[in-house]
Protein backbone atom coordinates (compact mmCIF):
# COMPACT_ATOMS: atom_id res chain seq x y z
CA UNK A 1 0.00 0.00 0.00
CA UNK A 2 2.69 2.25 0.83
CA UNK A 3 4.57 1.75 -2.42
CA UNK A 4 1.21 2.10 -4.57
CA UNK A 5 1.25 5.66 -2.38
CA UNK A 6 4.01 6.66 -3.27
CA UNK A 7 4.16 6.42 -7.08
CA UNK A 8 0.53 8.40 -6.96
CA UNK A 9 2.42 11.27 -4.72
CA UNK A 10 4.97 11.04 -7.61
CA UNK A 11 3.29 10.64 -10.53
CA UNK A 12 0.58 14.07 -9.01
CA UNK A 13 4.17 15.72 -8.34
CA UNK A 14 5.62 15.47 -11.66
CA UNK A 15 2.47 16.52 -13.26
CA UNK A 16 2.35 19.50 -11.43
CA UNK A 17 5.71 20.44 -12.16
CA UNK A 18 6.12 23.30 -14.70
CA UNK A 19 9.43 24.12 -17.03
CA UNK A 20 10.66 27.67 -16.79
CA UNK A 21 10.12 30.16 -19.74
CA UNK A 22 11.06 33.85 -20.84
CA UNK A 23 9.47 36.22 -23.33
CA UNK A 24 12.11 38.38 -25.57
CA UNK A 25 10.82 41.33 -26.84
CA UNK A 26 11.02 42.14 -30.68
CA UNK A 27 14.22 43.98 -31.74
CA UNK A 28 14.70 47.04 -33.14
CA UNK A 29 16.97 49.15 -35.36
CA UNK A 30 17.82 52.10 -36.16
CA UNK A 31 17.10 52.35 -39.85
CA UNK A 32 18.08 56.01 -41.63
CA UNK A 33 17.33 57.74 -38.36
CA UNK A 34 13.92 56.24 -38.19
CA UNK A 35 13.47 53.68 -35.40
CA UNK A 36 11.95 49.96 -36.99
CA UNK A 37 11.01 46.63 -35.23
CA UNK A 38 12.55 43.94 -36.57
CA UNK A 39 9.81 41.27 -37.82
CA UNK A 40 12.24 38.11 -37.14
CA UNK A 41 12.98 36.20 -33.87
CA UNK A 42 16.95 35.94 -32.65
CA UNK A 43 17.82 32.68 -30.76
CA UNK A 44 20.17 34.29 -27.81
CA UNK A 45 21.92 31.25 -27.57
CA UNK A 46 23.64 30.81 -31.38
CA UNK A 47 22.14 33.94 -32.86
CA UNK A 48 20.02 32.35 -35.69
CA UNK A 49 17.59 34.31 -37.14
CA UNK A 50 13.64 32.52 -37.54
CA UNK A 51 11.06 34.06 -39.31
CA UNK A 52 7.58 34.88 -37.95
CA UNK A 53 5.27 31.68 -36.90
CA UNK A 54 8.60 29.47 -36.51
CA UNK A 55 8.93 27.14 -33.83
CA UNK A 56 12.51 25.82 -33.10
CA UNK A 57 14.55 23.57 -30.24
CA UNK A 58 17.71 24.57 -29.59
CA UNK A 59 20.50 23.30 -28.19
CA UNK A 60 20.46 24.34 -24.26
CA UNK A 61 16.91 22.10 -24.23
CA UNK A 62 14.53 25.07 -25.14
CA UNK A 63 11.36 24.78 -27.11
CA UNK A 64 11.06 28.33 -28.83
CA UNK A 65 8.69 30.58 -31.21
CA UNK A 66 8.23 32.90 -32.84
CA UNK A 67 4.95 34.94 -33.24
CA UNK A 68 4.39 37.95 -35.91
CA UNK A 69 5.45 40.62 -33.97
CA UNK A 70 9.06 38.99 -34.01
CA UNK A 71 8.67 38.28 -30.25
CA UNK A 72 9.82 35.52 -29.24
CA UNK A 73 8.91 32.92 -26.34
CA UNK A 74 11.14 29.97 -24.99
CA UNK A 75 10.48 27.48 -22.52
CA UNK A 76 12.41 24.87 -20.69
CA UNK A 77 11.93 21.65 -22.46
CA UNK A 78 13.24 19.96 -19.12
CA UNK A 79 10.54 20.64 -17.42
CA UNK A 80 10.28 20.78 -13.17
CA UNK A 81 11.94 18.43 -10.67
CA UNK A 82 9.95 15.93 -9.02
CA UNK A 83 11.38 15.51 -5.77
CA UNK A 84 11.41 11.51 -5.27
CA UNK A 85 13.00 10.41 -1.95
CA UNK A 86 15.86 8.25 -1.74
CA UNK A 87 16.40 9.67 -5.84
CA UNK A 88 18.08 12.73 -7.30
CA UNK A 89 17.43 14.25 -10.50
CA UNK A 90 20.09 14.27 -13.11
CA UNK A 91 19.39 16.45 -16.54
CA UNK A 92 20.39 14.74 -19.64
CA UNK A 93 21.09 16.82 -22.20
CA UNK A 94 20.86 14.34 -25.23
CA UNK A 95 17.41 13.79 -24.35
CA UNK A 96 16.16 16.83 -22.80
CA UNK A 97 14.59 14.85 -19.98
CA UNK A 98 15.54 14.37 -16.28
CA UNK A 99 16.41 10.33 -15.02
CA UNK A 100 16.78 9.92 -11.45
CA UNK A 101 19.56 7.91 -9.78
CA UNK A 102 19.70 6.74 -6.06
CA UNK A 103 20.92 9.62 -3.80
CA UNK A 104 23.60 6.91 -1.99
CA UNK A 105 24.76 5.59 -5.48
CA UNK A 106 24.47 7.44 -8.57
CA UNK A 107 25.23 4.94 -10.53
CA UNK A 108 22.00 3.04 -9.81
CA UNK A 109 19.42 4.34 -11.53
CA UNK A 110 15.76 4.38 -9.13
CA UNK A 111 13.94 1.58 -10.61
CA UNK A 112 10.42 3.69 -9.28
CA UNK A 113 10.48 5.95 -12.10
Not at 10 to 19: E, K, V, W
Not at 23 to 41: D, N, R, S, T, Y
Request: glycine share 6%.
Amino acid sequence: MKVLLTVAISCITLSLCHGACFVQKPKVEMIKGKLVIVHACIDPYDNSKYAPGSKWNTENCLRCSCNNNGEMTCCDRYGGIAVVEGCEAVADPETCMYKFYKTDDPSVPCPWI
